[in-house]
């Protein structure tokens, strides 16, 4: 996120902190860090945004502890001495292992923060059944109590409580006439746990469902739907990607686009853009409307292609996805080809303001 000049890189927080008049919730559906999510709230203390009594955490989230972080480690370097083609491209930073232990009902929640002598006995119980599940030697059991003793002041001060029932407390702003939502999700529809491109996907549901079952509102409270697509796709870490350009117009959409991950500062893959992702994703989400961003990173780009369907096996897939990643490998990725544009765009305030080809290329997408 970039507000006032300054530049922030969020994993936890919701864009809205950066707003004044913004109260933030992460839901029950989220994984949390807490250490990391302090590190966040630093960058906004170093350039003076107040969120005192802005920043609601659900007693319901599970708590991400180091010992997950370092059994997602691991994994991952178990998949390495397999191959390179077995790696997920997990971000290390436990998420996957906090929502498998909230499977296998063992793991810790914010709320269990509220006492911190019944914490201690829950966090203790934790570690021993996780270390029998997943095998984690290295872990300093004593030195991740220290640190979570000293932020838990913090975190549950009598001044400014993080902890809420969310239900409730989303419930509350539902039924305030002055009180408008928003929710925002984390990754794309590709990266769902049911519906991406398993198992190269991550541990949570983030298609408009994730609102339902993240936030605990009934589906009649969704009011709209926005999507949003870049000009062109990509994709970090590892899985299937058909309309990838491992070639210079990659690369040069990887630098012009700043595209590096903002946790890992891994290069994205780029990709020409693929519509059957899109009209996949709008089947899912079911869409009100779809902001499309980064168009000024296709200046200069003499052709442009735009994948509008994939064949599979002879049969035409528009807005269908293989379920299985051998099927989507072998599919056929149709393209179409339109010409590009030389003008710079980035000042551009509205679409008649565009070059025509520009503007063609939009019209094309829509249609």
């Not at 983030?206 to 709209?224: F, I, K, R, S």
């Not at 890992?264 to 990709?271: D, F, L, S």
């Not at 168009?295 to 509008?308: F, M, P, R």
Request: proline letters at 4%; glycine letters at 8%.
């Amino acid at each position: 996120m970039v507000a006032d000049g300054h530049k922030y890189a969020f994993h936890l927080l919701p864009c809205g902190i950066l707003y004044p008049r913004c109260k933030n919730l992460l839901g029950n559906g989220v994984v949390v860090n807490i250490p990391s999510m302090f590190d966040e709230l630093s960058q906004l203390d170093a350039n003076g945004v107040d969120y005192k009594g802005r920043l609601k955490i659900s007693s319901r989230a599970m708590l991400v502890s180091q010992i997950q972080i370092e059994a997602d480690g691991m994994s991952e370097e178990a998949r390495l001495k397999e191959g390179e083609k077995h790696m997920i491209g997990t971000t290390k930073r436990g998420i996957g292992p906090t929502y498998a232990s909230k499977a296998l009902r063992i793991g810790l929640r914010c709320g269990d923060l509220a006492d911190w002598d019944l914490f201690l006995e829950k966090y203790n119980l934790f570690i021993e059944r996780f270390t029998e599940q997943f095998q984690v030697k290295n872990f300093d059991k004593a030195a991740e109590l220290d640190q979570l003793r000293q932020l838990y002041e913090k975190f549950n001060g009598s001044g400014d409580k993080m902890l809420v029932d969310s239900v409730d407390y989303i419930h509350d702003a539902l039924h305030d006439p002055k009180q408008r939502i928003i929710a925002e999700g984390a990754n794309a529809t590709m990266l769902d746990i049911d519906h991406g491109t398993y198992p190269y996907v991550t541990s949570s549901s983030t298609t408009v469902g994730g609102v339902c079952t993240g936030l605990g509102v009934p589906p009649q409270a969704v009011e709209t739907s926005i999507g949003i697509m870049k000009a062109y796709t990509t994709r970090v870490g590892a899985g299937p990607f058909p309309t990838w350009l491992d070639d210079e117009i990659g690369e040069r959409l990887q630098t012009v686009g700043v595209e590096f991950g903002a946790t890992t500062g891994r290069r994205r893959k780029c990709g020409w853009l693929d519509l059957n992702v899109v009209k996949y994703a709008h089947k899912l989400n079911n869409f009100s409307s779809i902001n499309i961003t980064k168009l000024d990173v296709l200046s200069g780009i003499e052709s442009l292609k735009v994948a509008t369907h994939y064949e599979l096996d002879g049969k035409k897939l528009e807005g269908s996805m293989p379920a299985n990643i051998e099927d989507l490998a072998r599919c056929k990725t149709v393209y179409a080809e339109l010409p590009g544009w030389q003008e710079d765009i980035s000042d551009c305030t509205s679409s008649e303001q565009l070059p025509q080809n520009a503007q063609n290329y939009l019209r094309f997408c829509e249609e």
